[in-house]
């Protein structure tokens, strides 16, 4: 494994089958189960607000064009970034961030922060936290088939990549190994699927069973 941390097993949104999905609770259930973190979404909110948060709109109102108070009065009680503060040096973090724009916030606010990995789908905003120098670690997030991959994660700064487990063959982790790039398959719930993962070389998977996936892990081992 490239990570030199063994396989590693991240729980999706937490564990979010016995939890709330992006909730301190749903991370705290992934933690309890023996993940060793977590990946959860971060949106920035129109007042300011950093949250976390996964679904683009709600009630057909882009989230970025509301308001926490307007996510209150919408029924949504969301966990603010800041509360992940508390699980710094206790988990590994993939911080999803599902629109760009906010870069120089971003490293602002978990620049600080170990163990973690600001990752996402917007892969120019990536490219843009790696102009800027980001202090933490860059990964991108896909589900398409991308041309020579290996070069083009390097080209945008990326040292993590996140697909499809769909994706995933082991050519195309050795070729990411071999440009020095981790990498780590969404969302991988079933143990076929947990066994050809880790039989192609993958350093670790996303899941929304953590629990389960430790166990398979910990009696494969």
């Not at 599902?98 to 606010?109: D, P, Y």
């Not at 991959?149 to 700064?157: D, H």
């Not at 070729?175 to 398959?185: K, R, T």
Request: hydrophobic share 45%.
């Amino acid at each position: 494994m490239r990570d030199g941390q063994g396989f590693l097993i991240y729980g999706h949104r937490g564990s979010p089958r016995l939890q709330k999905e992006n909730t301190l609770a749903s991370f705290e259930e992934a933690l309890r189960g023996g993940a060793d973190g977590f990946e959860t979404d971060l949106r920035l909110l129109q007042d300011g607000t950093t949250i976390l948060f996964h679904d683009d709109e709600v009630r057909g109102k882009a989230v970025e064009s509301l308001t926490a108070a307007d996510l209150a009065r919408r029924g949504y009680r969301v966990q603010p970034l800041r509360d992940l503060a508390g699980f710094v040096g206790r988990a590994r973090m993939v911080l999803e961030v599902k629109r760009g724009g906010w870069e120089q916030r971003l490293i602002e606010e978990v620049g600080a922060w170990s163990d973690i990995v600001v990752a996402s789908f917007d892969h120019a905003m990536i490219g843009e936290l790696a102009r800027r120098k980001a202090p933490f670690p860059l990964g991108i997030t896909f589900s398409a088939v991308l041309a020579d991959l290996p070069a083009y994660a390097r080209r945008l700064g990326a040292s993590w990549c996140y697909p499809d487990f769909r994706r995933v063959d082991a050519a195309l982790v050795a070729s990411l190994h071999d440009a020095g790039i981790a990498v780590v398959p969404w969302t991988v719930n079933r143990r076929r699927d947990w066994d050809r993962m880790r039989q192609t070389g993958c350093d670790g998977i996303i899941t929304d069973v953590p629990a389960k996936a430790v166990a398979w892990r910990d009696g494969a081992a």
